[in-house]
């Protein structure tokens, strides 16, 4: 074809040796990561360790060994040496080695990259040649250029749709493993419980929102930082060859001069972009409250109560918001004029300097030729001399103006590239401080050892926990509380040393010196008057709170007592399982729901069948309910669709099912009837269940054997007795009643409020035994009440036996 008639010439595209060397090593790059990059992800590993996404769930030692770079400090979400190292330690998350997939992914995006900025001067180069070529009417070179044009559209597009690809699978692959890495920790269970006592507000945003951010921001930033900074690199590089030592040194102040007047008006986007984000997070869980307590606030009627305080929320997220707009005013207006007018002003100025100079050289090299030459010789090589020199005039200019244009370009992208940068520093303080906080949280101590099947307190403090990032000697704030708006950052923040107390200083004390120790059989009853703390001894015993002690409190070297726990079974049989008082349903199936926290492959797994659910729904009273709600496959919003009671019963036939050793029951019967709910004790009892039962209903106590009565006189002082009416029962021994408590069937154990354990054998001062008498009392008013029906139903007869008579 008459295009090609002259052969495709790299040398024109690029001029250089040095410069057509990396473009064949880029192709050969490309070439060898497209076939890697291009093999679907699979799950190499089928340890039941590792995702679908094939990455490796992690354990507990490997966050041991993170937490020392994830220091707690007090930094503000801005740039500067402490935003690298928070930004090194995500990182290290998200890309733990160069031998993973995100490593390939990056280099492939990288090598993408470099191949646009070599395509783009290639492109202005030819831009160059077509129009001179144009110019000096070389209709041959003409087609050749656009022949090459298109040859180079190939790669071009090619190389544009790779890098928004990977650009994109890059951030996805950030976010798992980021969202991965925080769902090992946050929700592992074992054994600090984060998910229950990280002090963070609105630990959804963060976890949702701010890490689909941040990783979206953290993939998009290397291509905006890398990209223009090759560019200017390149395009300076090649434009310094045409424009020489002064076109390159004035170059070089415009960008000083442009980087100056930028940085002057930038605000803090930062700063800006967190606490955005804190904002979101706070109008984001208000309307979550809204969808979770719908019924409740219907109820209420509290709609509009609520609409005025979401519309508050949105209202000051909206404000912000408007408010940065406001801010970016200013800023762009100063932004558009210096990349847009100043550096084009700038390039017409360095544009003109090749084409002045080489005016005034050809100039003097025309004097010279003219002397002793024909005239009309002279002309005709004069015509063609101009020609060439307009013709490769106008390819410099071409190509000089199509290089500036993208440098302008470049310099523009650097700048946006600046704000997104200080958007990720914002959020990269976020994510920072869930992770530090998650991984300084003070531990909690361990349980005591025991024999495995005994329930210990011994002279346990109950007390409220403190804030558990405030001691006495580090009055620092809470990572929780929004970043000071005011404070610059510190270039190496002071580690906030994790509190040393367990319970924190501003604990206050519900229960003193609790001693007692339950065996199997040794059915206990919690009881005490409202917000005496009983649910809080339910969290000690549950390993929900610490066992606080006196002695630690004070700071002794004393850290013993506290709390043995009875451990699971190899067989799974747990130690302690815990129904609270508020009912839970997990999303799921209607079996879900019974086997809690178990999975429905656990359940498969564990050859039992659906036949035995059956028979411990009906222990619950629950029978009909499979039928009812269309098999054990049926998904449905089960707080909503199941009464009060139901939810209750339920709950007890999940703990059937799961058959601890002890079974903590914080009120969790108290919208069942007496007899039902009776009846489910014994059944759980006759399972082999020891029952720890927080209730105020007195009708419960004849299915325990003792009693805990917390007085709740304000010192914090309890009672522990046997319940001498459930002897006969219980049936109890006087082997089990060897229980290390020594507590003769007369006797109670108590505490004054001072601490000081007491025996008090006179049954008059016995609380416990002030409770069943106040039992008794109320049994004898309501028989007495009974009693006055008979006269009542004598009356009903008189009035009766008058109307017949009428
Ligand atoms: N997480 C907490 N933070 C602060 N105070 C708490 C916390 N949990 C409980 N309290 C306080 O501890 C006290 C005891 O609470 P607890 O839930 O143990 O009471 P309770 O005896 O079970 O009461 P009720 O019979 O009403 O359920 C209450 O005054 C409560 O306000």
């Given at each position: 074809m008459a295009i090609f008639s002259k052969p495709l010439n790299l040398n024109e595209l690029f001029p250089h040796k040095s410069s057509r060397r990396p473009l064949l090593v880029l192709l050969a790059t490309v070439?060898?990561?497209?076939?890697?990059?291009?093999k679907p992800f699979t799950n190499k590993s089928s340890s039941s360790t590792s995702n679908?996404?094939?990455?490796?769930?992690h354990s507990q030692s490997e966050f041991g060994v993170d937490a020392v770079h994830f220091p707690l400090v007090n930094a503000s979400p801005g740039l500067g040496l402490p935003f690298v190292h928070q930004l090194r330690s995500l990182l290290r998350i998200v890309l733990p080695s160069l031998y993973t997939r995100e490593a390939l992914l990056l280099t492939a995006h990288s090598t993408f990259l470099v191949l646009r900025t070599v395509l783009s001067i290639a492109v202005a180069r030819l831009d160059g040649r077509i129009v001179r070529d144009l110019v000096s009417a070389d209709g041959k070179g003409f087609l050749t250029g656009l022949a090459l044009w298109f040859a180079l559209a190939v790669p071009s597009i090619y190389t544009n749709s790779m890098i928004r690809h990977l650009q994109s699978t890059l951030s996805l692959r950030f976010r798992t493993r980021l969202t991965r890495y925080i769902h090992d920790f946050y929700l592992s269970s074992a054994p600090h419980l984060r998910y229950y006592r990280v002090p963070l507000h609105g630990i959804d945003q963060y976890i949702t929102a701010d890490v689909d951010a941040w990783a979206e921001s953290v993939a998009g930033i290397y291509g905006n930082l890398m990209k223009p900074s090759l560019d200017l690199l390149l395009f300076t590089s090649q434009l310094a060859r045409s424009l020489g030592f002064r076109g390159t040194v004035l170059l070089f102040i415009n960008y000083y001069i442009t980087a100056k007047i930028l940085r002057a008006v930038t605000p803090a986007f930062g700063r800006l972009a967190a606490v955005e984000a804190r904002l979101e997070g706070e109008y984001?869980?208000?309307?979550?409250?809204?969808?979770?307590?719908?019924?409740?606030?219907?109820?209420?009627?509290?709609?509009?109560?609520?609409?005025?305080?979401?519309?508050?929320?949105?209202?000051?997220l909206i404000k912000h918001v408007n408010s940065i707009y406001k801010i970016r005013i200013a800023y762009e207006w100063t932004e558009d004029f210096v990349i847009k007018y100043l550096w084009s002003a700038a390039g017409y100025g360095l544009i003109a300097v090749p084409l002045l100079i080489t005016r005034k050289r050809s100039r003097g090299a025309d004097a010279v030729d003219g002397e002793g030459k024909g005239k009309e010789k002279r002309a005709r090589k004069q015509k063609s001399d101009t020609d060439g020199i307009v013709a490769a005039r106008t390819e410099t200019y071409i190509s000089?103006?199509?290089?500036?244009?993208?440098?302008?370009?470049?310099?523009?992208?650097l700048m946006?590239?600046?704000?997104?940068?200080?958007?990720?520093?914002?959020?990269?303080?976020?994510?920072?401080t869930l992770l530090s906080t998650l991984h300084n949280l003070p531990p909690l101590p361990p349980a005591l050892p025991g024999d495995g099947d005994t329930f210990a307190l011994k002279n346990v403090d109950i007390c409220v926990p403190g804030d558990p990032f405030t001691s006495p000697d580090s009055p620092s704030p809470t990572p929780s509380r929004p970043p000071a708006t005011t404070s610059k950052l510190k270039a190496h923040a002071e580690p906030?040393?994790?509190?040393?107390?367990?319970s924190g200083p501003d604990t206050t004390t519900l229960v003193r010196a609790l001693t007692l120790t339950l065996r199997p059989g040794m059915h206990l009853m919690i009881t005490g008057s409202n917000g005496v703390g009983k649910t809080a001894i339910a969290r000690v015993l549950a390993g929900l709170w610490a066992p606080g002690s006196r002695s630690m409190l004070r700071g002794s070297t004393h850290t013993g007592g506290a709390l043995t726990r009875p451990t699971d079974d190899v067989d799974g049989r747990p130690g302690v399982f815990v129904i609270p008082q508020r009912p839970y349903h997990p999303t799921g199936s209607l079996l879900s729901q019974v086997i809690y926290p178990h999975s429905v492959s656990e359940f498969t797994a564990s050859f039992a069948a659906l036949s035995?659910?059956?028979s411990l729904l009906d222990a619950a009273h629950l029978g009909y309910l499979v039928d009812r709600e269309g098999g054990w496959d049926a998904v449905k919003e089960w707080r909503d669709v199941l009464s009060g009671g139901e939810k209750q019963r339920l709950a007890m036939a999940r703990l059937f099912y799961h058959r601890p050793k002890f079974a903590i029951l914080d009120e969790c019967t108290s919208a069942v009837s007496s007899d039902v709910e009776g009846q489910m004790y014994e059944y759980a009892k006759s399972l082999g269940i020891t029952l720890v039962t927080i209730s105020l209903r007195p009708s419960l106590t004849k299915y325990h054997t003792h009693i805990l009565t917390l007085t709740g006189d304000g010192t914090g002082s309890w009672t522990f007795s046997r319940i001498a009416t459930s002897r006969a029962h219980e049936g109890l021994t006087e082997g089990r009643d060897e229980s290390g408590l020594a507590t003769p069937p007369?006797?109670?154990?108590?505490?004054?409020?001072?601490?000081?354990?007491?025996?008090v054998a006179a049954p008059t001062e016995d609380t416990g035994a002030k409770y069943l008498a106040r039992v008794l009392e109320e049994i004898r008013v309501l028989e007495a009440r009974l009693e006055e029906s008979h006269v009542w139903e004598k009356r009903v007869r008189e009035l009766g036996e008058e109307l017949k008579a009428k």
């Open positions: 070439l060898i990561l497209r076939s890697r990059l291009f679908a996404l094939g990455l490796p769930t984001r869980a208000g309307v979550g409250r809204v969808g979770r307590e719908s019924e409740e606030i219907a109820f209420y009627d509290g709609g509009a109560r609520e609409r005025d305080i979401l519309t508050r929320a949105y209202l000051r000089n103006r199509r290089l500036l244009l993208s440098l302008a370009d470049a310099g523009g992208r946006y590239a600046y704000k997104d940068l200080q958007e990720v520093a914002g959020l990269t303080g976020r994510l920072y906030i040393p994790p509190s040393e107390t367990l035995e659910l059956e007369s006797e109670s154990e108590s505490t004054a409020g001072d601490g000081e354990r007491e025996l």
